[in-house]
């Protein structure tokens, strides 16, 4: 179906139900409660999960077949961010022709970048592409200032040209990116008991987005292109004996996945109208790189999978503050909960990244594949009980 | 795989389902409305503390959450009550906000608006919060502010130091206790000339970011307007640690004021940096050679140490002033003591303009007697009031600014402790500060009206 083999169909259906139900499966504890702490289901986070996921997947092209390390990825999700605000400023406030161009621009400014970095292969490239991204940054930050904003970031005003829609809503304010008038940022509850699910438009957006972009990568990863690609990984020495040149194949490799990055850059400033320097800074392009080892690099739905936990570390994790601690072991008798709270502070709140340190190290340790290799562990000896040793060591990666 | 029958009843059937589910959510919409974002409930209201906690200035933001939770105490009627026995507006009784008691969340903005950003709008659209304060940068509150004009809750900006904040970037839901470069420069600039002469001649190392250019314009017009001469102003990048290479070639610039618009970790690199080049000690066109340090912070003394003694800058507040300045500056000692009772030593500026938005939101809304986000713009437009310990006080209707005396300070020479680092050399009253709404350093930008969301 859709020129998909059954299994890689599957995948595709999977993902499609998890992004749909994504309000839903991120809500499982009722709001009010404890453990609401922990909820997942509210837009901004949502919205990171899936751009993120569509970053990641894009990264993954480059880095999952051709094994080509890019260190400077962010300088392209940054570009079409930037791109995407200034179509705000200029055309209106429609997402479409914001996403399009913000797609483009990184694809150019991707194509420059690449033609000069992929000359190098290994270290080189990676260093070089580095460089190249801590430049834009610093451009971005302080040289570059009318054009980007610079500190304060590139932000919409009230008196934007928007030539093409209202420069300012009717109560004098600056209006909001839409779909066509849908707003991104609509959103509906539906209360069902105790739970409460938060369904957004701008959501749903970025979730048809990312099945597109999902669908795709399984095309190239599939294609005779992909092959190509991963025999760029297995051994680019003896591509180039057997005559064959890899440079347009890692190129063309280099662009699509700026474009992953420039239409994640575009998505994120539809959702949220502001385009900041930092999102080009070399810790934003390491963290794509997390997402796709943290993950499973080289594995389709690892680095969607890398993508949510971050994010999901980052918001969720950095949230727990002591008093919340505090509420959660308030049962336990006075010095025993003071105990418990000072063993456990130092792994949430502002030690997230503590947390997440650790787990990445264990990730790496004991599942070099990723949290893709777990799934299948797992998968591996579920079917082994069941099955009684009737086959053992059959398990095919599930990719 | 491809093979699909439609029925009549199969399409009637989905087609009735879809309708529904279309449907449903216009339904949904309907019921919820109360006329503005995250209207609390009748028993609690959630206040969002969004300050850095990671980064490079994680140190202001603990000192910033530090002063919250001590309002949120003294607004929920624990502790001493701190400043509610001084300030001028007589309200709030320790009861919460009208009647309901305040909880907070807190979240960490990185010194990025990016995560700034996030963690604000999970505040917003997670926890219900009302209301959402912090940050200890001008991109972040510039970033943040603009989040919140959006969703119609109202912003009360933490440390943020550029004019941008209540100028160009200005927004009718945000508002700005935090004084800025511009008061900066009109406040220095007579003691600058008052102690070195009319005759200096300046040069300038302007941290290459917004807030840096904005100072050095502020100081650069100040000090120009009172017979200056400016030799030099040389951007430096924000991300260098040594600055010899930028020091060096001052001596030899004509040049016998240098002035660091520096702040955080540059400035306390750039400040030892020009100390070891023997600066302090030498002489220039037949005058003692002075360095200047435009916006000081305690945090940042601590950080370049005896460096400091002898520097002059201004800041926005400081713990002493009731004790040294009068009575004009109630509130002060009742904040210090409150706070140095709770943690053990005293403030610094960043905690008590943290500790007097949360009161001055309290108040407003409690005034307004409502929580709804375009009364309390009303509520806090032009609003005057006294006993916060800057003595009294004007929320500018024009920007949203807050106008009040400007502390001019000194690096002790002997400091005694860890927390007397700087002594006050004089109070700039607040005439001389204030500035007109359409100032060219102020210029662009419109405050819009207030969204109420929703």
Known sequence: MLGLEKKDFRLLLVVIGLTLFAPIILNPFPAGSEMAQFNAGYPDLMQRFVIFGIFAIGFNILFGLTGYLSFGHAAFLGVGSYSAVW??????MNVLPAIILSVIIAGLFSLVIGYISLRRSGIYFSILTLAFAQMSFALAYSVLTPITGGETGLQLALDDPRILGAAQTASGNIPVPALF???????????????????????????VMLVLAFYLAI???????????????SNQTRMSYTGLNSRPYTLAAFVISGMYAGLAGGLMASMDPLAGAERMQWTAS???????????????????????MIKYFENIFSKINGQVLHDWF???????????????????????????????????????????QGGQKILAALRRTKTDDANPGASKPAE | MSKSNFSRRGVLKTGAIAGAGLA?????????????????GASEVVLGFNVPQTGPYADEGADELRAYELAVEHLNGGGDGGMLSTFSSKVLDGTGILGREVKYVTGDTQTKSDAARASARSMIEKDGAIMITGGSSSGVAVAVQALCQEAGVIFMAGLTHSNDTTGKDKRANGFRHFFNSYMSGAALAPVLAAQYGTDRKAYHLTADYNWGYTTEEAVRSSTEALGWETVNAVKTPLTQTDFSSYIAPVLNSGADVLVLNHYGGNMVNSLTNAVQFGLRQAQANGKQFEIVVPLYSELMARGAGENIAGILGSQNWDWKLENEKGARYSGTNAFVKSFGEKYGFPPSQAAHTTYVQ??????????????????????????????????PTLYRADDHQCFKDVVVVRGKENPENEF???????????????????????????????????
Request: charged share 15%; hydrophobic share 45%.
């Open chain 1, 286 to 308: 390491g963290e794509v790189v997390l997402m796709t080892i943290l993950g499973g690099a080289g594995t389709l739905i690892g680095p969607v999978l890398g993508a949510g």
């Open chain 2, 420 to 454: 007397d680092l700087v002594e006050i050399v004089e109070v700039t009253p607040v005439d001389q500060v204030t500035y007109d709404p359409e100032h060219p350093q102020f210029a662009g930008g419109a405050l819009g009206t207030c969204n109420p969301g929703a």
């Open chain 1, 219 to 233: 095309r190239i990863f599939r294609s005779p292109f992909g092959l190509m690609l991963r025999a760029i990984k």
């Open chain 1, 181 to 207: 008038g849908l707003e991104m940022r609509a959103s509906y509850e539906l209360n069902i008991g105790a739970w409460s699910f938060t369904f957004n438009t701008g959501y749903y957006l970025a979730a």
């Open chain 2, 24 to 40: 449903l959510p216009t339904y949904l919409r309907a019921d919820s409305h109360t006329g503005f974002t995250n209207a609390p």
């Open chain 2, 358 to 391: 949360t009161l001055l939101y309290a108040d407003a809304v409690t005034r307004a007697g409502s929580f709804n986000p375009c009364a309390v713009v009303e509520a806090l437009e032009g609003f005057e009031f006294d006993g916060l310990g800057s003595g």
């Open chain 1, 330 to 372: 308030g049962f336990l008798p006075g010095g025993l909960e003071d105990f418990v709270v000072t063993i456990i502070y130092p792994f949430v709140g502002k030690g997230w990244h503590l947390t997440l340190g650790i787990v990445f190290m264990l990730v790496v340790i004991y599942l070099p594949g990723g949290l893709v």
């Open chain 1, 87 to 92: 179509m705000f400023k200029l055309l209106s």
